[in-house]
Nanobody, 124 residues
Framework: QVQLVESGGELVQAGGSLRLSCTAS????????MGWFRQAPGKEREFVAG????????FYGDSVKGRFTISRDNAKNTVYLQMNSLKPEDTAVYYC?????????????????WGQGTQVTVSS
């Protein structure tokens, strides 16, 4: 079992930056591929970024590519999402997710564990 706790979400102006953190407890963090998803009101949860458990390769959703960066610190059991050049359309609840598989998958069904989410609001 893995418990995930996100933090860092807040209200920010368009063009600004935020860094989200997700800290894991339970089984060995380094054995999990980690990801970030987001869900805006009335919309489906969508893939934002992922980082695999072995090579550290990263993957991004098209809408955030070039603006967001995912990274992990296995010593701290934490995965980060650095968000730059934020836009109002980035407003959503951001969720951290973990899976024991080696690769990053973009569908929500492929992830075993989820955090409770953290709200990011970008004002125009």
């Amino acid at each position: 079992q893995v418990q995930l706790v996100e933090s860092g979400g807040e209200l920010v102006q368009a063009g600004g930056s935020l860094r989200l953190s997700c800290t894991a407890s339970g089984r060995t963090f380094s054995t999990y591929t980690m990801g970030w998803f987001r869900q805006a009101p009335g919309k489906e949860r969508e893939f934002v970024a992922g980082i695999n458990r072995s090579s550290g390769s990263t993957f991004y959703g098209d809408s955030v590519k070039g603006r967001f960066t995912i990274s992990r610190d296995n010593a701290k059991n934490t995965v980060y999402l650095q968000m730059n050049s934020l836009k109002p359309e980035d407003t959503a609840v951001y969720y951290c997710a973990a899976r024991s598989g080696i690769i990053v998958v973009r569908n929500t069904g492929g992830w075993e564990y989820w955090g409770q989410g953290t709200q990011v609001t970008v004002s125009s």
